[in-house]
Each structure stands twice: as structure tokens, then as C-alpha cells.
């Protein structure tokens, strides 16, 4: 980890449930590590941006305007508006202050709505994204093309690791804003407690995904960090496809529910399947992911758990 060593590194969105993970590993790697607010400075504004990365070595950008299905139908300009002109921001900032080394983070949302399985790097522009998604995604794509852009025109370093979905303690666990993990997590773990009969769940329960425990993501960012120096999209998932109905029963045991699962099919599923090759970056940065769906549900419950005391 003597990359590390007294590195000035900046996380945007340092304080945020992906964020706090990273930071701990970089005080662990003996990085001089700082996460600025957005209360402090705003990256939708250049001065915002420049100001948060200044003086920084490494910018690992975290920061964004996210949420689940709920919340992208109900603020698709917000997210379009606010992811881009963070990106934009960030990379021109970065520029300025010559940093050495930028982790732009980019989402699975960024594929197209019809992607062959496993989603392979060189699809990722082969069609628009699924419709809830795509203010949200077509926002993170562009930070491709800026950091090759910027590659180019600037010889900047900078990679942009694509995330599969998330999930983990500390998550985000609000009904009507959160992943899917984290909402069925509250909705279980308060149906067992109240001795609920049913709970509802959106849509049908047929599309898949993969889901990535956080430290897991903290860890392949540093990795990126170290090893990668390219503009080409690198995957970071596990590569395992788990459907949302078996997800569901997974979580409904660990839980020790006992109760009926209904579907509201009038709920929307978003993309039918999701789910990565992660071929590329076990070649390039050397990441695997290590936690297990089922341990990582289990940490996840009990941190949720822990937090209702």
C-alpha cells in the first residue's frame, strides 16, 4: 500500500454510504485523507469543485444525486442536471490543479436498456439506457468521455470503475428512496417485528441483478487508484446474476419472517437483467469481490437492526 503513503487524496462524497468506506481504507493505507461536504462546497459550481479538490494528489469522485426507482421517476431533470454538472466540474478542476490521479465512478445504469448477459465494457454504448434510469445513467456515461477527453487533450490520468449495485450497513434504508436491498431489508425486518401476514413488494419479482457489498466497492477503487490508467470502462461486481424474487426469499429467511411476499406488478421492475463481466477488472487492477451475498445480507440486516435500537 506505499502508494498510499502521505498521498493527499480527496473523496467527493467522503461522507456518503460508499464514501465512508473509502476514506477508512485510506487512513488505514496511510493516505492524508479529506472528504469535503457539500454543505461546504457545492461541485455543481465550478468554484465548489475547485475549491473541495484543492492540494489533492488522487480525487476519488464519489459525490452524486442518487436513489432508487421511486426517486429517479420523480426527479428525472435533477439528476441529469446535477450528476453533469459535478462531472463536468470535477474533471475541470482537477485539470487545473494538475492532480495526478482522478476515480471517476460511473453506475451500471449507464448500460443499455438491452445489453447481452453479462454486460460486457465494450457494450456500454450500444443503445440508451433503461427509462427510469436513464437521466441518472446517461450522466455517469459521460464521464467516459471526459476522461478520455481530458486523457487526451490534457494527459490527465484518470480511470472510471462502473459499480454494480450496492448494498451494505449504512445503506439507505427510506421506503421510497432506497435500492432495492436496502427497502426489502426495512420492509421485512418491520413486518417480522409487527407481525405483519403480507409484505408488498414492487413489480414482479422476475428481473435480476448483482449486488456488490460496499467494502468490497471501497476496496476496487484503491485498487483502480494504483493499477489502473485507462479510459475504458473496467466493471466492478461479482459477475453473479441473482433474481429479484430469489433475492427476496434470501433476505425473508435471514430475517426470520414468516409472513406471505405479494408482488405489485403495477410497480415498475426497471431493466429485466443486470448483471456484469468482471473479466477486465480481475486482469487489470487484480479485484475480486470477497463477501458473499448471503454474509453481506446478514451484516446488512443486523447494522439495520442496530440502528432502529
Given at each position: 500500500m506505499s502508494y498510499w503513503t502521505d498521498t493527499?487524496?480527496?473523496?467527493?462524497?467522503?461522507?456518503?454510504?460508499?464514501?465512508?468506506?473509502?476514506?477508512?481504507?485510506?487512513?488505514?493505507?496511510?493516505?492524508?485523507?479529506?472528504?469535503?461536504?457539500?454543505?461546504e462546497h457545492d461541485l455543481r459550481d465550478p468554484s465548489g469543485a475547485e475549491a473541495a479538490i484543492r492540494g489533492a494528489d488522487v480525487?476519488?469522485?464519489?459525490?452524486?444525486?442518487?436513489?432508487?426507482?421511486?426517486?429517479?421517476?420523480?426527479?428525472?431533470?435533477?439528476?441529469?442536471?446535477?450528476?453533469?454538472?459535478?462531472?463536468?466540474n470535477v474533471y475541470e478542476a482537477c485539470r487545473d490543479a494538475n492532480v495526478d490521479n482522478l476515480i471517476a465512478v460511473c453506475s451500471v445504469c449507464a448500460y443499455p436498456k438491452v445489453t447481452p448477459t453479462p454486460f460486457s465494457e465494450q457494450d456500454i454504448w450500444n443503445g440508451f439506457p433503461e427509462e427510469s434510469n436513464a437521466p441518472y445513467g446517461v450522466a455517469k456515461r459521460l464521464l467516459l468521455v471526459l476522461s478520455d477527453a481530458y486523457r487526451r487533450e490534457h494527459g490527465m490520468r484518470s480511470s472510471v470503475p462502473v459499480l454494480a449495485n450496492l448494498y451494505g450497513p449504512g445503506?439507505?434504508?427510506d421506503l421510497e428512496d432506497s435500492h432495492v436491498i436496502a427497502a426489502m431489508i426495512h420492509k421485512y425486518v418491520v413486518a417480522a417485528e409487527t407481525e405483519q401476514p403480507q409484505v408488498v413488494?414492487?413489480?414482479?419479482g422476475a428481473p435480476s441483478r448483482e449486488f456488490l457489498y460496499v467494502d468490497d466497492a471501497a476496496q476496487a477503487l484503491?485498487?483502480?487508484?494504483?493499477?489502473?490508467?485507462?479510459?475504458?470502462?473496467?466493471?466492478?461486481?461479482?459477475?453473479?446474476?441473482?433474481?429479484?424474487a430469489d433475492l427476496a426469499t434470501l433476505i425473508s429467511d435471514l430475517v426470520g419472517y414468516?409472513?406471505?411476499?405479494?408482488?405489485?406488478?403495477?410497480?415498475?421492475?426497471?431493466?429485466?437483467?443486470?448483471?456484469?463481466?468482471?473479466?477486465?477488472?480481475?486482469?487489470?487492477?487484480?479485484f475480486e469481490a470477497q463477501t458473499s451475498l448471503e454474509r453481506g445480507l446478514r451484516a446488512t440486516i443486523e447494522g439495520f437492526r442496530a440502528d432502529r435500537r
Open positions: 493527499k487524496a480527496v473523496v467527493t462524497g467522503g461522507h456518503g454510504f460508499l464514501g465512508r468506506g473509502v476514506v477508512r481504507l485510506l487512513d488505514e493505507a496511510g493516505a492524508d485523507v479529506r472528504a469535503p461536504r457539500s454543505s480525487v476519488i469522485h464519489l459525490a452524486a444525486n442518487v436513489g432508487g426507482i421511486g426517486y429517479n421517476l420523480r426527479n428525472p431533470a435533477a439528476l441529469i442536471r446535477d450528476n453533469t454538472l459535478m462531472g463536468l445503506d439507505n434504508f413488494l414492487w413489480g414482479t484503491l485498487l483502480a487508484a494504483e493499477h489502473c490508467d485507462s479510459s475504458e470502462a473496467v466493471n466492478i461486481g461479482t459477475g453473479t446474476e441473482t433474481r429479484i414468516g409472513g406471505e411476499t405479494v408482488w405489485d406488478s403495477s410497480r415498475p421492475d426497471g431493466q429485466s437483467e443486470r448483471y456484469l463481466n468482471v473479466t477486465r477488472a480481475r486482469e487489470l487492477i487484480g
